[in-house]
Structures are given as structure tokens and as C-alpha cells.
């Protein structure tokens, strides 16, 4: 990996971004990231408003790097399954896959003053060695933050 690709934000990161999503993610998610309807949830329009939330970051870095399983509601679909754990990505990967995932397919939701997920995050959070069941907890309180924010 060159030096440049080091910054999570560099047009290098992005393309290394995309290449690991490509690779490892397109197959469930979709090339475009809607996913498949009540198969594979989208990341498309809905990963990138977690981010403003306090626990966002964590949540979307614990969900690949933990995995999740059960059930989950997402752009309006149900799905049920298990989104499996990628150990054998870097926390460069993570962080440039991520990043990717929410400049490129979250733009319009993302918060003016997002800054790129990096490997420091990733580092981390994969310390805390958390369950997919913890994962999903986590994002039952998201969701919960998301809706109370909707309310107001």
C-alpha cells in the first residue's frame, strides 16, 4: 500500500476503499450498496446518519469487525440473518471500506462535519472484543437515538 493511501480521506484510500468493498462487500450489499430487498440490507442512505449520532462511528466499525446477527429493520425492508465478522481486514482496510461506504454511497446524509473513519478508531474499538449480539444492542439504541432525533 502506498504512503498516500495512509490518510483515509486521499483519493488513494478511496480507490482502496472501494477495491475492499468490491471485494469483500458488493456480493451481499450490492455494488451500489441498496442491498437486496428482503435479503441484504442496504448501506446506501442509511449507515451515513448514525455517524452524527454519539456511538455512530463505533457502532458501524463494531459491525464489521464483530459482525451481527438477527433482526434488524432497514430503509423501510425486514431482514433476518447474520452479517459475518472480517478479522482478516486491517484497520486501514476497515477504516478506508467504511469511509468509502459513507462518502460514496451516504453523501446526502452524512453530517457537514464528518471526517473520514481512521485506523486509530478501528484499533479501538476491535479492542473491546464484543459479541454480535452486543452489536446488535448497540444498534437497537442507534436506532432508538434516530427515531427520538426524527421526533424533535
Known amino acids: 500500500m502506498c504512503l498516500l493511501s495512509l490518510a483515509a480521506g486521499t483519493p ?27 435479503v441484504y440490507p442496504p448501506l446506501a442512505d442509511t449507515v451515513g446518519k448514525y455517524v452524527a449520532l ?23 425492508d425486514s431482514f433476518e440473518g447474520d452479517m459475518p465478522p472480517w478479522p482478516q481486514l486491517s484497520d486501514q482496510e ?4 467504511l469511509t468509502y ?5 451516504n453523501a446526502k446524509v452524512l453530517p457537514a462535519d464528518f471526517k473520514p473513519i481512521s ?9 473491546k ?8 444492542t448497540e444498534r437497537d439504541a442507534l436506532m432508538k437515538q ?3 432525533k426524527a421526533a424533535k
Open 12 to 38: 488513494a484510500a478511496q480507490a482502496d476503499g472501494h477495491n475492499t468493498f468490491i471485494s469483500n462487500c458488493a456480493v451481499c450489499h450490492q455494488p451500489d450498496g441498496k442491498g437486496a430487498p428482503s
Open 54 to 76: 454519539k456511538d455512530g462511528r463505533a457502532y458501524i466499525v463494531d459491525v464489521v469487525s464483530f459482525g451481527m446477527g438477527g433482526k434488524i429493520d432497514s430503509g423501510g
Open 94 to 97: 476497515v477504516a478506508e471500506v
Open 101 to 105: 461506504v459513507l462518502t460514496s454511497f
Open 119 to 127: 485506523p486509530d478508531e478501528v484499533k479501538t474499538e476491535r479492542a
Open 129 to 136: 472484543q464484543l459479541t454480535s449480539a452486543a452489536v446488535h
Open 146 to 148: 434516530l427515531g427520538d
